[in-house]
């Protein structure tokens, strides 16, 4: 760990996040294969999990294109995606899927826990996809008084949006990029910091 951290400017804690990451997706998968008709009797069609950059609106000026911190990498997300409803002839304008997840911070600052629904579309019916979602998520963070670089919230719960693009790997692995953002449009009052989180998510299809 001290030799990767010596040649790569990579935190300790960043690699073992990253590594206990990998591991639980690769567990997420197995059990996956194996309880894949049961999780959709229950109604479960995919789950997710990955590592988010921090409040990237809000990084340092040293930051890699202005938001990429690598000191912020302490958020992991999981999200379960039920199966989408039956729009019966407009099912064409793609999936439209009831959700239910989870952002953790791991460095102190703001977690969040969202339910929502998700829509997401396949380019030309290939492999590239794009999604966005929308719903509502309750917070731990501060509605005012916080210090940096702590966020002031305004209330809880909040709107929370997210957009991502991805690709299917196979026809149940994909892969995507995700920023996620979370405030009350003004609705509780100036107060409105907002939080806003991008990273890289790995999903599985049942």
Known sequence: MALIEFC?????????TVLKLVVALLLAAC?????????YDFGLDEVRGG????SVDHAPPSAL?????????QDANVELLFR?????????????????????????????IYAGLSWTYHIAGGPVFVEGSFGAALHNGAASGAVYPARNLGCSPLFRESA???????????????V????HAGLCGP???????LGIRAGWKF
């Open 8 to 16: 790569f400017g990579v935190s300790d804690f960043m690699v073992k």
């Open 31 to 39: 059990a996956g294969r194996a309880v894949a008709q049961d999780s």
């Open 51 to 54: 590592l988010f950059f921090h």
């Open 65 to 73: 294109f202005g938001l990429i911190d690598t000191s912020r990498l």
């Open 84 to 112: 989408p409803l039956d729009l019966g002839e407009w099912n064409w304008l793609g999936e439209f899927r009831p959700h239910v997840g989870a952002t953790l911070n791991f460095g102190g600052l703001e977690s969040q």
């Open 164 to 178: 991502s693009i991805g690709y299917d790997i196979t026809e149940q692995a994909n892969i995507m990029l995700t």
């Open 180 to 183: 996620e953002h979370s405030s």
């Open 191 to 197: 107060t409105n910091a907002g939080i806003t989180n």
